[in-house]
């Protein structure tokens, strides 16, 4: 069963277009968050929600919107998609937002190209 | 701001060698975290540190938290192709706001 999943796997799309990103754990965590991988393997944490409500927005473009339907769900929405948006995008959840031994599971992570 | 430093960037090595990757930083940390990506795969967590001098051994993976706090190591011993992938440290601090920063990785690559 997998914990963390994410889709699409890979997304590849024009510049100026609106896309998203789906994420679900299946582990009964109350925290999801939104990290981006750059090219150079730099993992930079984006946004965290727990039971729903946002706790960390980052310094984000407003084109990024992400969204909790549900403790399960976090999706995010990118607007006017830009050439310098292509990284790849990893959700994480974990059991409690913060605490020593927070650990984080990761989805396999979405490859975003932006032509 | 907290600067955090992983080193080497990169690490090619022969299976069957040793190695030994850092974490520095000039702040205290709460706690530190290890986890190990490998290619097109997320993050999995490795360990977590939490005491100053605490050792912790995972198989052939041995981590140290240094006596500070501010740093840490992961010493690999006789290395296999499956240890292969980016190395990442995590370390939370007090009033961290719930975030986890990771450092930029050392990405090793074990050839058979």
């Known amino acids: 069963d997998t914990a963390v999943s994410q889709t699409p796997k890979y997304l590849v799309t024009q510049m100026g277009n609106d896309k998203s990103i789906k994420c679900e754990q299946n582990l009964g965590h109350d925290t999801m968050y939104w990290y981006k991988q750059d090219s150079k393997k730099f993992l930079k944490i984006m946004f965290s929600y727990n039971n729903k409500e946002l706790i960390i927005n980052e310094t984000v473009p407003n084109r990024f919107s992400p969204k909790s339907p549900d403790k399960a769900h976090l999706n995010l929405h990118i607007n006017s998609l830009e050439l310098g948006d292509s990284a790849v995008y990893f959700c994480a959840s974990s059991q409690v937002p913060g605490g020593l031994y927070n650990e984080q599971f990761f989805g396999p992570g979405t490859r975003l190209t932006v032509l | 701001t907290q600067l955090l430093e992983q080193s080497p960037q990169f690490l090619s090595i022969q299976e069957g060698e040793n190695l030994t990757v850092y974490c520095n930083s000039s702040s205290v940390f709460s706690s530190l975290q290890w986890y190990r990506q490998e290619p097109g795969e997320g993050p999995v967590l490795l360990v977590t540190v939490v005491t100053g001098g605490e050792v912790k051994k995972l198989k052939r993976l041995t981590f140290q938290f240094g006596d500070a706090r501010k740093d840490s190591s992961l010493h690999i011993t006789a290395a296999q192709p499956g240890d292969t992938g980016l190395y990442l440290c995590?370390?939370?601090?007090?009033?961290?706001?719930?975030?986890?920063?990771f450092g930029k990785g050392t990405l090793l690559t074990v050839n058979p």
């Open positions: 995590a370390p939370h601090t007090r009033g961290s706001n719930y975030k986890l920063t």
